[in-house]
C-alpha cells in the first residue's frame, strides 16, 4: 500500500498544475507525503527489528537487541544494491527487505527463504521431519495462510518428498522465490523512498545557542 501511495505521488509530479501559484503547495504536499511514508517505514522496520529473528533461534539478549538497532552508514546501505545476497546478509538490510515486502504484501516469500535456511541446517531426522510439515502447512499446501507463488508440478513433488524429509525438500521451490524476490521486489526495493533515504549522509546543522 506504501509503494503505491509512493508511485501515487510519483504520478502526481507529472499530472500537478506548474502556474506560479500552485508550485509551491504542491511540493509541499509531495514533501510531507513523502516524511508520511519514511515514517512509516521506520516504524514498521522497528517493528521487524524488535519481533523478527531467524526460525528456529532464540531471542538474542538486550546487547545483541540493541547492536541490531543501529542504522547503518550510507556505504554500508550502498552496499545493498550490489547483489542481493549483501542484503540478505545484513540483519538491518534483511528487516528493511522484509518491511518493504510486507508494504506490497507479499512478505510470505521472504518468511519462506528464511524457513527453508533454517530447514536446511537441521540435523535431527525427527525435527527435520515436524518442520517439514508445518512448512508445507504454512506456505506450500492450497490455501496455506502464508501461500507462496509456486507451480502446481512443484507442489506436488514437495508433497511428496516430505513424506521422508530431507534437507532438500524444498529446494527447487525456494531457488523460484529467491529469483522472484531478486528479479522483482529487491529493484524496487532498491528504488524505494526508504532505502534512498538509508543512503543519505545525514546533514550536519549547527544550532545557534540561547542567550
Not at 525435527?127 to 512443484?154: G, H, R, V, W
Not at 507442489?155 to 524429509?165: F, H, S
Not at 543519505?200 to 545557534?208: A, D, I, M
Request: charged share 30%; aromatic share 10%.
Amino acid at each position: 500500500m506504501q509503494s503505491a501511495m509512493f508511485l501515487a505521488v510519483q504520478h502526481d509530479c507529472g499530472s500537478m498544475d506548474t502556474s506560479a501559484g500552485n508550485v509551491p503547495k504542491s511540493e509541499e504536499k509531495r514533501e510531507n507525503m513523502k516524511r508520511t511514508l519514511l515514517k512509516d517505514w521506520k516504524t514498521r522496520l522497528s517493528y521487524f527489528l524488535q519481533h523478527s529473528s531467524s526460525p528456529g533461534k532464540p531471542k538474542t539478549g538486550k546487547k545483541n537487541k540493541q547492536q541490531t538497532f543501529i542504522r547503518p552508514s550510507p556505504e554500508e546501505a550502498q552496499l545493498w544494491s550490489e547483489a542481493f545476497d549483501e542484503l540478505l546478509a545484513s540483519k538491518y538490510g534483511l528487516a528493511a527487505f522484509r518491511a518493504f515486502l510486507k508494504s506490497e504484501f507479499c512478505e510470505e516469500n521472504i518468511e519462506f527463504w528464511l524457513a527453508c535456511e533454517d530447514f536446511k541446517k537441521t540435523k535431527s531426522p525427527q525435527k527435520l521431519s515436524s518442520k517439514a510439515k508445518k512448512i508445507y502447512t504454512d506456505f506450500i499446501e492450497k490455501e496455506a495462510p502464508k501461500e507462496i507463488n509456486i507451480d502446481f508440478q512443484t507442489k506436488t513433488l514437495i508433497a511428496q518428498n516430505i513424506q521422508e524429509a530431507t534437507s532438500g525438500c524444498f529446494a527447487t521451490a525456494q531457488k523460484r522465490v529467491y529469483s522472484l524476490m531478486e528479479n522483482n521486489s529487491y529493484p524496487r526495493f532498491l528504488e524505494s523512498a526508504f532505502y534512498q533515504d538509508l543512503c543519505k549522509r545525514p546533514q550536519t546543522s549547527v544550532e545557534p545557542h540561547a542567550t
